[in-house]
């Protein structure tokens, strides 16, 4: 069982940065794969970045590629969305998610956190 908290959401103007983390509790953290998915209003969940158990691999949305880097501290139970560049189509509420494979898709993790509101203004 693995418990997830995100923080470090809030309201930037467009071309700022923010950094969210996720803590997870439990023994297993460095066993996980981690996702980061966010959903805007009337949207779908979809996939931001992932990284894997080790953190060697990582995987980004194309619409973040180059603007956000996902990394892990697997000492610390946290794994980090560092979002540079903003734009006002970010805004939506990122949930953290922990899976035993690395993968794009919702329906691969098996832990999801409460999720943390990011608000981009123009």
């Known amino acids: 069982q693995v418990q997830l908290v995100e923080s470090g959401g809030g309201l930037v103007q467009a071309g700022n940065s923010l950094r969210l983390s996720c803590a997870a509790s439990?023994?297993?953290?460095?066993?996980?794969?981690m996702g980061w998915f966010r959903q805007a209003p009337g949207k779908e969940r979809e996939f931001v970045a992932t990284?894997?158990?080790?953190?060697?691999?990582?995987y980004y949305a194309d619409s973040v590629k180059g603007r956000f880097t996902i990394s892990r501290g697997n000492a610390k139970n946290t794994v980090y969305l560092q979002m540079n560049s903003l734009k006002p189509e970010d805004t939506a509420v990122y949930y953290c998610?922990?899976?035993?494979?690395?993968?794009?898709?919702?329906?691969?993790?098996?832990?999801w956190g409460q999720g943390t509101q990011v608000t981009v203004s123009s």
């Open positions: 998610a922990a899976g035993w494979t690395i993968a794009t898709g919702s329906d691969e993790y098996d832990y």
């Open positions: 439990g023994r297993t953290f460095s066993s996980y794969a």
């Open positions: 990284i894997s158990s080790s953190g060697g691999i990582k």
